[in-house]
C-alpha cells in the first residue's frame, strides 16, 4: 500500500475498468437485466388496435432538391391511410429548387413551410411545430427512406398511453464500394440498436435518432435554437417527464453511409458535440435519486462515451508505461505483476497498431473489416476530443454542414 506506483495502479484499474464499462460491460449487465426481469415479469396483454388517429410525417430540409421526388415516393407508398398522413416540409433557407419541386410536381400532397433565413434544424422544427394539429408527429429527414409498414408500427406502440415517443431503427445501406465510413458507420448502428432494444425492454429507450423518430405533439417543447442533437434533447425530456421511449425495430429508416471518413469526421465530430452539450442541458438527469433508472441508462449509455471514457481510454497506454518503468525500478515488484502490465501494454500497443493499419488500407481504399473496426472505433474516441473546440467555435449557432453520402 506504500508503494510509489499504488495511486498510479488504482488510476490505470478504474479508468480501465470504465472504459470495458462503457463499450462492454454495460451492453452484458444491460442483457442479465433484461433476461432477470422478464424472467419474473408479468406477461402483458397486447393493446387492441384502435381507430388509427391523424398523423403528420414532419420532414425538415436543406437544399435537398436531388433526394426530393425520391422521399416523396417513399412517402406517399407508405401503408398508412393517405386521408390520415399529413406531409409536411419544413424548409429553413434553402436556396435550391427543394420548394419548386415540392409546389409543382407534388402539388396537393404536401404542405410546404419555408422561411428564407437559415437558422438550423432545431429552429425549424419549432417554427413548424406550431402549426402542426394532429395528435402524432413523425419525424425523419429527407434523405433517409422508410419501410412500408413504418408509421404503422409506430402509431402501433403509441396505443400504450405510457409512451410519449417512439425511437424508429437507423440502418446503413452498404455498397460493395463502401469502405470504412459506411462499414464502421453500419457496425456501429447495428451495436447502437441492439443497446437500444434492450433499453427499451428493461424500461426506456435513451434517445432517438432523427433519421425516423415520432412524439405526441402535446409534449412536444421548444428546444434553444443552437441545439445540435435535436432528437436526442427533445426526446429525452419527454422521458424526463415520465413518459417511455418506445424502441421500434420494425419501423426503420435506410440511408447511406457517409462518402468517406472526412465526411464521417463531420458528422462525429458534430454528434459528439451535441452529446456534450446535452450533458449539459440534461444535467437533472444526471440524478439516480430523482429518475432512477433512466438515469442509470442514461450515464452508462451515453453520458460516459461523449464525456470521461475518451479521455481515460487515451490516457491508459502512457499509465501502463509509467507503471511498467515504476515496477522495473522497484526491488519489491513481483514478476507476475510485471507480466500482467506487460500483456496490458501489448494489448494496447496491437490494438493501436491494428487502428493505424485499417487507416492506411481506408486511404488506400483497400477493405478490411478486421481492421476498420478498431480504426473507426480510435476514429469515434479522437472525434469526441476534436468536439470540444467544435462546440467551442460554433457557440450560439444551430445550422451546420452536411456530411456527403455514398
Known sequence: MNHPYFTLQLIFWIALFIVFYTYIGYGLLL??????????AKPHPTPTEGERPDVTLFITAYNEAEVVDAKMENSLALDYPHEKLHIVWV?????DDT???????????????????????????????????????????????????????IVHAFDNPKV?????????????????????????????????????????????????????????EEMERDTLLDDFVLSLRIAMKGYLIAYCS???????????????QKRKVRIAAGGLQSIWRLKPLLNPMRYGVLSFQYISHRVLRWSLTPILMFALLPLNIILLKLLYTSVET??????????????????????????????????????????????????????????RKRHGNGAWERARRA
Request: hydrophobic content about 45%; overall charge positive.
Open 334 to 391: 513481483s514478476p507476475g505483476i510485471v507480466t500482467l502490465y506487460s500483456v496490458l501494454l501489448l494489448m494496447q500497443v496491437l490494438f493501436y497498431l491494428a487502428g493505424l493499419w485499417g487507416y492506411y488500407l481506408s486511404s488506400h481504399q483497400l477493405k478490411n473489416k478486421l481492421f476498420f473496426v478498431p480504426y473507426y472505433f480510435l476514429f469515434m474516441n479522437v472525434n469526441v476530443l476534436k468536439a470540444i473546440d467544435y462546440l
Open 91 to 95: 424548409t429553413d433557407g434553402t436556396t
Open 250 to 264: 420494425d419501423a426503420y429508416a435506410i440511408e447511406s453511409g457517409s462518402a468517406d471518413m472526412r465526411e464521417e
Open 99 to 153: 420548394n419548386e419541386r415540392l409546389r409543382t410536381r407534388w402539388a396537393g400532397t404536401t404542405t410546404v413551410l419555408f422561411a428564407p433565413e437559415r437558422q438550423g434544424k432545431t429552429a425549424a422544427m419549432t417554427r413548424g411545430m406550431k402549426l402542426i394539429e394532429t395528435p402524432l408527429v413523425v419525424f425523419t429527414d429527407a434523405n433517409t427512406m422508410l419501410n412500408k409498414e413504418a408509421v404503422s408500427r
Open 164 to 220: 410519449g415517443c417512439v425511437a424508429g431503427e437507423k440502418r446503413i445501406a452498404l455498397q460493395t464500394r463502401n469502405g470504412a465510413a459506411a462499414g464502421g458507420e453500419g457496425l456501429y448502428w447495428r451495436y447502437e440498436s441492439t443497446l437500444k432494444a434492450l433499453d427499451a425492454r428493461l424500461y426506456s429507450a435513451v434517445g432517438a435518432a432523427g433519421e425516423l423518430f415520432a412524439v405526441r405533439r402535446e409534449l412536444f
Open 31 to 40: 442483457y442479465l437485466l433484461v433476461k432477470v426481469k422478464e424472467a419474473f
